[in-house]
């Protein structure tokens, strides 16, 4: 789930709430009766794809981010000369959304982006693309210092902290192209999958163009499997979120995505980015298929469909820059 700073659970009973009631502006259909029987299965931890750990990978910054963190994995065949930056969402004592399958079976919405990222990445390996993530365990991205942590909960300043390492990560790849993976939450009825952009960037075209080419893969994969997923849309960013903190609110962007704002955030991405929520956890039936190893592949293919779809383009636009 996201809030204008992409904030998880910051250090106040407040934000706690927020991260179960608060949804994306817009996401407020429950969309069509879904069918009993295309309900997912429980993810099967076996089914997880191997060479995955850092070990398999090269971390870009031992000292500023945390182990498992901003780890880059070249491609497993052919080599595109092409980067693909992954963020999974939230992480470490950030859970991020928490929710429900139709069993009964409680979610967290950090395990799940996790799980569709490494997904994704090797997908796009085995397509020639070097694919760096923002992380490929359950901790944080950042090293995170006293000033980040409040007890067992990230400090306002934490959630920048570690929203904007990200970015770093992102930046030093020097990645073509960013794409984060959330999940979302709401209120009883809220489904469907969005996707966010930031239209303030130099590089906004780029950024819708993206969001669209997203959205529309996802959203098709799952629908090719008879889920009748709604569609919420693409969005700009100023209109996503809820925010934790007056200064969230005043900088009235998805951190992840956003501009630099002095005092505030320093560390913007250099690169076209969208951010995407395929799914509310807060649906019983979305969070079954979230959970699940399939929903998550589906999910990755469809990630994996869009972002070369975009590259694509790309590549000829830069042919013919007329």
């Avoid at 700073?5 to 969309?31: E, Y």
């Avoid at 996707?195 to 993206?210: E, I, K, Q, S, V």
């Avoid at 955030?265 to 807060?282: D, R, V, Y």
């Avoid at 649906?283 to 990630?303: T, Y």
Wanted: net charge positive.
């Amino acid at each position: 789930m996201v809030r204008l700073a992409v904030r998880g659970r910051a250090a106040s009973a407040v934000a706690a709430a927020l991260a179960l009631s608060a949804g994306l502006a817009g996401c407020q259909s429950a969309g069509p009766q879904r069918h009993p029987d295309t309900r997912a299965r429980p993810a099967s931890a076996a089914s997880r794809p191997r060479g995955t750990g850092p070990a398999a990978g090269q971390p870009l910054d031992t000292a500023y981010f945390s182990r498992g963190a901003c780890v880059a994995f070249p491609p497993l065949a052919g080599n595109r000369h092409l980067t693909v930056f992954l963020d999974a969402g939230h992480g470490g004592l950030d859970p991020g959304a928490v929710g429900r399958t139709e069993s009964g079976r409680q979610v967290e919405e950090s395990a799940l982006t996790l799980r569709v990222v490494l997904d994704t990445m090797a997908i796009l390996r085995r397509a020639g693309l070097r694919v760096v993530v923002s992380r490929t365990g359950p901790g944080s991205v950042i090293r995170l210092g006293p000033g980040d942590v409040s007890g067992r909960l990230l400090t306002p300043d934490g959630v920048v902290d570690d929203v904007g390492a990200r970015d770093v990560c992102a930046n030093i790849a020097h990645a073509s192209v960013l794409v984060g993976v959330y999940f979302n939450a709401g209120l009883p009825g809220n489904a469907g999958c969005i996707t966010g952009y930031d239209a303030a960037r130099p590089f906004a075209a780029a950024n819708r163009r993206l969001a669209r080419l997203l959205q529309s893969a996802v959203l098709a994969a799952m629908n090719r499997q008879g889920w009748q997923i709604p569609d919420a849309g693409v969005h700009n960013d100023t209109g996503l979120g809820s925010a934790v903190t007056a200064a969230d609110a005043a900088y009235g962007h998805l951190l992840l995505l956003g501009p630099a704002k002095r005092g505030y955030f320093s560390t913007p991405s250099q690169m076209p980015g969208a951010l995407i929520e395929p799914l509310f956890l807060t649906d019983p039936f979305e969070a079954s298929i979230a959970a699940s190893a399939r929903g998550q592949h589906v999910i990755a293919v469809g990630l994996a469909r869009g972002i070369e779809e975009y590259l694509a383009r790309l590549a000829v636009a830069r042919a013919d820059p007329a």
